[in-house]
T-cell receptor, first 114, second 114 residues
Framework: AQSVTQLDSHVSVSEGTPVLLRCNYS??????LFWYVQHPNKGLQLLLK??????LVKGINGFEAEFKKSETSFHLTKPSAHMSDAAEYFC????????????FGDGTTLTVKP | GAGVSQTPSNKVTEKGKYVELRCDPI?????LYWYRQSLGQGPEFLIY????????DSGLPNDRFFAVRPEGSVSTLKIQRTERGDSAVYLC????????????FGSGTRLTVV
């Protein structure tokens, strides 16, 4: 069994300040973890992935995430928010016998204020 | 093709009617996935194919839903006797193979049952 909890449904930051989107996961197996972004009226885009290599994962657009097994967390961060980062972000877990079946969190809406 | 193509982009149908939603994955991708996204929620797994066969259909909500991928490329999601609760965005994704590398999503089909 696997599940994902995104701890904040909405996050609001000012442009130029750090972004933190929190994600906890549960998995019976060594998980693969992902973050996807969904801009309004656009398709889901893969930001980054963790697949049991380095625990600090760098993705596109300056985002990164750190896999912490002891805390079962995979939080998404960015040092400095841009207006274009405003979107919906989804944390996703898959793995084990569910390799082809990913479980999505409910999403976090990121608002960036000028 | 260059990306995952879904048609139609929008579909409005009357309650009780039959609908087909089409997905054309990236050429060479052996794994194909269907997800459903309701308003304000994360995508929910329906089914995935490895080649022509359905490797996991545990997410199909009931026997009104069926999907095929006869030649291992294009897939069709079929919904019989549609209900208003079936209204959602149906997302298709593909990947080189099933596993931990993440998906490429299409833009989705917005289904509205009136």
């Amino acid at each position: 069994a696997q599940s994902v909890t995104q701890l904040d449904s909405h996050v609001s930051v000012s442009e130029g300040t750090p972004v933190l989107l929190r994600c906890n996961y549960s998995s019976s197996y060594s998980p693969s973890l992902f973050w996807y972004v969904q801009h309004p009226n656009k398709g889901l885009q893969l930001l980054l992935k963790y697949t049991s290599a380095a625990t600090l994962v760098k993705g596109i657009n300056g985002f990164e995430a750190e896999f912490k097994k002891s805390e079962t967390s995979f939080h998404l961060t960015k040092p400095s928010a841009h207006m274009s980062d405003a979107a919906e972000y989804f944390c996703v877990v898959s793995g084990g016998t569910n390799a082809g079946k990913s479980t999505f969190g409910d999403g976090t809406t990121l608002t960036v204020k000028p | 093709g260059a990306g995952v193509s879904q048609t139609p982009s929008n579909k409005v149908t009357e309650k009780g009617k039959y609908v087909e939603l089409r997905c054309d994955p990236i050429s060479g991708h052996t794994a194909l996935y269907w997800y459903r996204q309701s308003l304000g929620q994360g995508p929910e797994f329906l089914i995935y194919f490895q080649g022509t066969g359905a490797a996991d259909d545990s997410g199909l909500p009931n026997d009104r839903f069926f999907a095929v991928r006869p030649e291992g490329s294009v897939s069709t999601l079929k919904i019989q006797r549609t209900e208003r609760g079936d209204s959602a965005v149906y997302l298709c994704a593909s990947s080189l193979n099933a596993g931990g590398n993440g998906y490429t999503f299409g833009s989705g089909t917005r289904l509205t049952v009136v």
